[in-house]
């Protein structure tokens, strides 16, 4: 760090991102929240606890080995190289860089942003299983997405080396695809094996509406994960950066904030287009539901996670249409699949992250045609073809495929869901007997000393 | 002799790398951690079964089900 400028630059760094993962912890409360929020009383203390021990499992599990396999797969590997051990080397969970180094002040920070993402794709699972999966095997399926599905997504998509970046002109500057879209099809896949809750579909087949127990838990919920998506957004940039120090095609000395694809964006534009696509998905959210307060904060959301696959580069007002766009799609395609294929996605996790981002996705390939994905010569340009391509493997390939075999792995074993009689006497049963046999005592008592 | 390798700090600070404690043992610390992880989730999942089989064993009959959904 030698050189003023260089200081500078290299703290400035440094604690951009540092100020991204405490934000970017109120996603996982509002995660929480809203979990706890829309499971019944008689499970709330199991529903907290599988939201929240996903914490250390998926942190521990990125150190291990997640982390490592970012800088290892940009090329597949063998598809556009072989495994990067040389760039991977500086990653493992044994290197020098990775503990407090006086001559690395990045790793840790880029390492804990990278980490926060890998909590929120659990997270997002985590939502839509509720009730009537084990513990056990959501903390392995957390750390199956958390650590691996997801980071082997980040290496081929949003690195500035990955294959699908080069080869397909993959653009998703926000996570529309390699958060959202892989976390809603990874979170399809385990409840195809996993099943709806018991009395969710009537015997004619048609859903009832088990409704949440505390319905402003669930909006505040996600509000507070809109408070912690402004952490995750910011930390989706490089905050500072020369053209020498990209070493692209761009000419001059301007310095500039890039994705994380090193092309040039500004803050203020992200921070415009995160504002518009959110209110484009709150104002087609409310209309589309009639004024549902779950679906109007949902289709928030849904709005913000549609446009991010092009949020460096929309226009603010293509970022409302295409958020508003992408709520609708996503609010309709939950009530059609629920009834077509009897699917009990318990939050709308699957609709709101996995059809909006993959619906972002594609739209992002036509609205951005032609646009430099990458400031590297050869590489190919935004296209709808390659975005669609890009789309399914966030979805299918990386995101059902992987869920769908670890569940039925898991199912085979007996592993997956709980009992029936648990199901009914509700998760917390025993707990919640304890409680009560505790309270009733204490007022026994109390009458005694009257 | 520290067990950081820094006994002062009259250095200058771009010759220092890494200053934490017991360097050259990551590997051991890190496969000790792995293991750590895999134990538990061996205990984690054994004791949730145990306590589903405790649950159903105490309560798994009818009316205690009926009993319990209708303080639902």
Known sequence: MEGNLNALTTVFTEFYYWATIPLMFFIHIGFCMYEVGASRRRNHLHTLMKNTMLIPLVTITFFFFG??????????????GGLDTAAAEANTAWSETMGPNTGD????????????????????????????????????????????????????GWHYGGWMVQLLGYHDAYASG?????????????????GPRLGKFARDGSPRDITPHNPWLVCLGLFMIYAGFWGFYVACNVPIIDPGGIGGQITGDTWTATTIYLTPTTLGAITVNFLMSLSGGLLVGYLASKGNPFWTYSGGLAGIITASAGNDLYHPIHAMI????????????????????????????????????????????????????????GFAAINPLGQFVGAIIMFFVLGFVPGWIVAKILAAMNLLRIPRQVELLGLDFASNREEQAAAADVRATEKAAV | MATTG?????????????????????????????????GWHLIQIRAENDEYDGIISRHGDDASINEALEGE
């Open chain 2, 6 to 38: 820094i006994e002062s700090w009259a250095v200058d600070l771009k010759d220092i790398g890494a200053i934490y404690p017991f360097q050259g043992t990551e590997g051991l610390f890190v496969l000790a951690g792995v293991v750590l992880w895999l």
């Open chain 1, 178 to 194: 390699v958060i959202h879209a892989i976390a809603g099809g990874f979170a399809l896949g385990v409840l195809v094996v996993l």
């Open chain 1, 105 to 156: 002040r990045i790793t840790g920070v880029f390492w804990a942003a990278f980490l926060l993402f890998s909590w929120t794709a659990a997270s997002i699972v985590s939502g839509s299983v509720i009730e009537r999966i084990k513990s056990g095997a959501f903390w392995i399926l957390a750390v199956v997405i958390g650590s691996v599905a997801w980071i082997i997504d980040a290496a081929w």
């Open chain 1, 67 to 80: 982390w490592w396999l970012y800088w290892a797969m940009p090329n597949g590997p063998f598809i556009t």
């Open chain 1, 322 to 377: 295409i958020g508003g766009l992408g709520t609708y799609c996503a609010y309709k395609l939950h009530y059609w699949v629920e009834q077509k294929f009897k699917i009990d996605d318990a939050v709308g996790a699957v609709a709101v992250h996995g059809y909006a981002g993959f619906i972002g996705l594609v739209i992002c390939g036509f609205v951005l045609w032609g646009h430099p994905s990458s400031p590297y010569e």
